[in-house]
């Protein structure tokens, strides 16, 4: 009888013990399912309609010293991403993941030659990672730069530039915040979605190429304020004298008003929003769409 009683306990105390593990199993699992991006119904409600956001922007750029007036262009839209390729889909597949694209432009004239300065950045939607990819390209009369970021098992960046010092070279860094995605994560969840106070982050491959700087991580102090409905975001970096502040609205879209960028306590540059319009640009190709430009202030 004791023998049997002592079996049927150790029974129970297994049995037990199983339970046990799969409810840590289960935990472990849940705590792994809240690196999701747990995105909004505002957030799919403005963003999965099959429209681009486009905002123009009236652009005043401190470059060689002098003031250059100019226009910049924010494009965002949600598309489908091939993981391993790093690409955008050619069609649906359920492997695919979805990404906040973000294509910056500018544009503006310095002297007799132009300027165009195109930034894109792709940032996961399904789950709360770095921006997948980062990509930057400048044109002008004397060549083209061109630098590419991939998130893979650490961050491998290209670089390519007619420039000597600049080269041809391929780097590999340690994963942590970049200025370029910041402007993804604005869109996410304003500023509760933003990394705030002293991180380590790498600055925008427009600046670190204009002003010839290592790519790496800089040390940076990140402060906001929030005025009439508008946050004021600013990233300082004191090793590169810089500011950079971005004003966007405080409640959902979290539409992009301005922003200033100031180094060495030179005049900054600076962009102020004319006009959005939430469009597929992709569908308007005919000379008629031109007129659209003139409501976009193009």
């Not at 100019?70 to 690409?87: H, R, S």
């Not at 990819?133 to 590419?148: D, L, M």
């Amino acid at each position: 009888m004791r023998k049997f009683i002592k079996i049927h306990l150790l029974v129970i105390t297994l049995g037990f013990s199983f339970v046990s593990c799969k409810q840590s199993s289960h935990a472990q699992n849940s705590q792994n399912k809240t690196h999701s991006r747990n995105l909004t119904q505002e957030f799919k409600d403005y963003w999965y309609q099959g429209n681009a956001e486009i905002s123009t922007y009236e652009l005043s750029e401190n470059k060689y010293g002098e003031l250059r007036n100019g226009k910049a262009t924010l494009i965002y839209v949600t598309e489908d991403f091939v993981p391993k390729k790093q690409v955008k889909a050619d069609k649906q597949d359920s492997k695919n993941d979805p990404v906040l694209k973000l294509n910056s432009v500018k544009k503006f004239i310095t002297g007799i030659y132009p300027y165009s300065i195109m930034q894109s950045s792709f940032l996961p939607l399904q789950e709360e990672k770095h921006a997948t990819k980062i990509t930057t390209s400048v044109q002008e009369w004397c060549g083209q730069t061109y630098v590419q970021l991939n998130n893979r098992k650490k961050f491998e960046i290209d670089t390519f530039s007619y420039f000597e010092s600049q080269g041809d070279k391929n780097i590999s860094l340690e994963k942590t915040f970049t200025e370029n995605e910041i402007w993804n994560l604005i869109r996410l969840k304003g500023l509760d979605g933003l990394p705030t106070g002293k991180i380590d982050l790498i600055p925008s491959f427009e600046y670190i190429r204009s002003s010839h700087q290592d790519i790496k991580a800089y040390k940076a102090t990140i402060s906001n304020s929030i005025e009439n409905g508008i946050v004021n975001y600013s990233i300082t970096y004191p090793e590169l004298k810089r500011i950079l502040t971005i004003s966007f609205q405080e409640k959902s879209p979290f539409i992009i008003e301005s922003w200033s960028d100031q180094t060495n306590n030179k005049q900054p540059s600076t962009a102020k929003r004319i006009a959005t319009k939430k469009l597929p640009y992709w569908n308007l190709k005919s000379k008629k769409d031109e007129a659209i430009r003139n409501e976009l202030g193009l």
